[in-house]
């Protein structure tokens, strides 16, 4: 007997131990938003060079880059490239959700994220938080019918108090049919804590960005910021390593490298090496 459960034991390692070693290929991937200034200059070539960096998942899809949207999704195709998250806009959300689901479907993707609230002058407040909670709940419930989960990707100024807590406060304790992706980045920059969100919406986060912030930067409630200060995995203020393990712990169900600096080429292949270590 107590042979047989050693065996059980020795076994349930060696699969724990290849779950870990093939993490980053099935779980980690690319916001290709990350690679704006490659994508327009060749598509063809850019799509194969994140498969060259070993990534086999991204999020992305509401911008081909000029190319028509069936060629676009054949070359992630020929590359092994799946598409987990498509973007879509507050506005197409808000008015023409059946092109979003239409999306979804065409790329295969199983979530949809949205970034950007629309408020005016960088004055996010309590009735836009009310207005995109109602935009979220009618296109999450639409899109949940059809297997879709949206999330909602926090840029900031979600942080700003509001009563006893934050907007973003409100908004995830009045969502009824979305969640939300986790950017680390931007959760460190509106000045929130992205282990405490973890702990106090422990089934909200869906999604993750992984972006780290170059030491010494300042952050604010406006969601804007320097592009320049997104550095290498690991080598800024933000600690990557635990938030990755974290979000695992938390069943974070994919996590995509964004890097918005004109380093990107040079650093995403650091990021990943950083994040193959862990």
Not at 17 to 29: Q, T, W
Not at 73 to 85: F, H, P, Q, R, Y
Not at 132 to 140: H, I, M, P, R, T
Not at 240 to 264: C, H, T
Request: hydrophobic residues 40%.
């Amino acid at each position: 007997m107590r042979q047989i459960i050693l065996r059980a034991l020795i076994l349930a390692i060696m699969v724990s131990s290849c779950k870990n070693d093939n993490y980053v290929e099935d779980n980690i991937g690319l916001q290709l938003y990350s690679l704006r200034a490659q994508f327009p200059k060749d598509v063809p070539g850019t799509i194969a060079q994140i498969k060259s960096w070993g990534i086999n998942v991204i999020e992305g899809g509401e911008n081909t880059y000029g190319m028509e949207e069936s060629k676009f999704i054949d070359l992630l195709n020929k590359n092994g490239i799946e598409t987990a998250s498509v973007g879509a806009s507050f506005e197409e959300l808000r008015d023409n959700p059946e092109e979003t689901l239409r999306r979804a479907k065409a790329f295969g993707a199983t979530y949809v994220m949205c970034a950007w609230i629309a408020h005016k002058d960088d004055h996010f407040n309590i009735e836009n938080a009310k207005e995109a909670v109602k935009v979220f709940n009618a296109s999450g419930e639409f899109l949940k019918k059809e297997g879709i989960q949206l999330v909602y990707h926090p840029h900031g100024y979600e942080f700003k108090p509001y009563e006893d807590g934050t907007l973003f406060d409100y908004m995830a304790k009045n969502e009824e049919s979305f969640d939300f992706e986790m950017d680390v980045y931007w959760v460190v920059h509106g000045g929130e804590d992205p282990f405490a969100l973890f702990e106090r919406y422990p089934e909200k986060f869906k999604l993750m960005h992984l972006k780290d912030m170059k030491k010494g930067t300042v952050g604010n409630h406006t969601g804007h910021g320097d592009v320049e200060t997104n550095v290498v995995l690991g080598s800024g203020m933000i600690d990557i390593k635990a938030l990755m393990l974290k979000g695992k712990e938390m069943g974070v169900e994919y996590m995509f490298i964004e890097d918005e600096s004109s380093r990107v080429v040079e650093q995403i292949p650091q990021s990943l090496d950083f994040l193959r270590k862990i």
